[in-house]
């Protein structure tokens, strides 16, 4: 994203946090000292209410619900109403979100990544689940879905597009069909449509083949890879880099959501971010 841009943002961030300090709660499955630090930082935008296991019981300073199944409690404070919103924490994500599901029969549209790479530059990547982005209806779906969550925050999406193919090596071998290489001509394929489809909504899209870097370099704040495995180590090899996992909305919710990475220990922004998104949603 560029700097620019990502001020903007973060300066929204920073007035919204002022309206007011929401409910939330936080899944905590193992605690640590350098978690449990960062919560405690959180704790000047927020009322946190940490649910786990019995873990975390000696835990102070905190309000802790010890379930035994902390996905599904968390899942169901949310959907009852009980909290303004939850973040995910260290708890498994497929339960959660899969109670969440039954709870209430909504669907997120994406969950974008923001991240930030050592060199201070942002950007959102979805898909980054294993399971998810493998058609490119799919990926189109959370291109576009981002790109319209970004707009509601006053940043222009630039959305980038990628393959398993070179584009010189493409026109080589596209009469290939089978094997490796018909695959890879086909996730070829698949972003030239993705892009044509977006450039119909009339957002800005571009066919960056494997070429990431420049991609960031140039400012497109929104990275689309070929599928989610794709995306999952994208994710986690920035993050083991020096990396930030800044915010992760599950978006297409009637309710606040954030999703986080297992991986991770300071969770001081996700509750500032979160704070914000609830408090813009009342405004």
């Known amino acids: 994203m560029a700097e620019k ?21 936080f899944g905590l499955k193992d605690p640590s000292k350098e978690i449990l630090d960062s919560l405690k930082r959180g704790q000047k935008y927020a009322d946190i209410i940490l649910v786990g296991p019995e873990d975390i019981k ?5 309000e802790l619900i010890v379930e035994n199944s902390p996905e599904e ?4 404070m949310l959907a009852k109403n009980e909290v303004d919103g939850i973040i995910r924490g260290t708890i498994d994500d ?28 942002q950007f959102f990547i979805s898909p980054a689940s294993n399971p998810e982005g493998w058609e490119k209806e799919q990926r189109l779906l959370f291109a576009s879905g981002v790109a319209e969550f970004l707009k509601q925050w006053n940043i ?22 089978d094997g490796v290489v018909g695959i890879l ?22 066919n960056w083949a ?3 870097n420049p991609a960031v370099e140039a400012g497109y704040n929104i990275i689309v890879p070929v599928n989610g495995m794709i995306g999952n180590q994208i994710f986690r090899v920035l993050l083991f880099c020096g990396g930030k996992l800044l915010a992760c909305p599950r978006i297409g919710l009637s309710r606040c959501y954030e999703e986080t990475s297992r991986t991770e220990k300071d969770f001081e922004f996700h509750i500032k971010w979160l704070t914000a998104w609830i408090n813009s949603r009342r405004k």
């Open 58 to 62: 000696k835990i102070q300073g905190f």
């Open 73 to 76: 409690k968390i899942a169901a």
């Open 156 to 177: 222009e999406p630039k959305i980038a597009i990628f393959t398993g193919e070179r584009h010189e090596t493409y026109p080589r071998k596209r009469h290939i069909r």
């Open 210 to 212: 494997i070429d990431l």
């Open 5 to 25: 841009a990502f001020r903007a943002f973060n300066q929204k961030i920073n007035e919204l946090i002022k309206l007011g300090r929401p409910k939330i709660a």
């Open 185 to 206: 001509n086909k996730t070829y394929e698949d972003a030239e449509w993705i892009v044509s489809e977006l450039k119909k909504g009339e957002h800005e899209a571009k």
């Open 94 to 121: 497929f339960k959660a979100y899969e109670a969440y599901q039954k709870m209430t029969g909504e669907r997120c549209t994406a969950t974008p990544a923001l991240l930030q790479d050592p060199f201070g530059r």
